[in-house]
């Protein structure tokens, strides 16, 4: 499977994004799509994640309230709703694919787009 991110930007504290990831093959109701991020000199951490199909989601505490994970089946597509948008938010957003489950560690992910850079500005 091959994933392909889009919908980075910059954007004003407060403001809104709306990430998509289109994958290419076949997304079965036991995989999870996730989302990660990576902010300049940190380590790439846990989004957001949903089951295929099931649509069962999950948050990081950080993004929980304002970001929201959704998937469009027929398109092979999923989405990261992002609102009220603060800088901390700034970095690159990968979204990745697990095949064993819902997970929050990176390694669990086997399938990874090239990621999209989200910038919001004080």
Not at 38 to 64: H, L
Request: hydrophobic share 35%.
């Amino acid at each position: 499977v091959q994933l392909q991110a889009s919908g980075g930007g910059l954007v004003q504290a407060g403001g809104s994004l709306k990430l998509s990831c289109v994958a290419s093959g076949r997304i079965f109701s036991s995989h999870v799509m996730g989302w990660f991020r990576q902010a300049p000199g940190k380590e790439r951490e846990f989004v957001a994640a949903i089951r295929w199909g099931v649509g069962n989601t999950y948050y990081s505490d950080s993004v929980k309230g304002r970001f929201t994970i959704s998937q469009l089946k027929a398109e092979n597509t999923e989405y990261l709703q992002m609102n009220s948008l603060k800088p901390e938010d700034t970095a690159v957003y990968y979204c990745a694919r697990a095949i064993r489950g819902l997970s929050t560690v990176e390694k669990d992910y086997s399938d990874w787009g090239q990621g999209t850079q989200v910038t919001v500005s004080s």
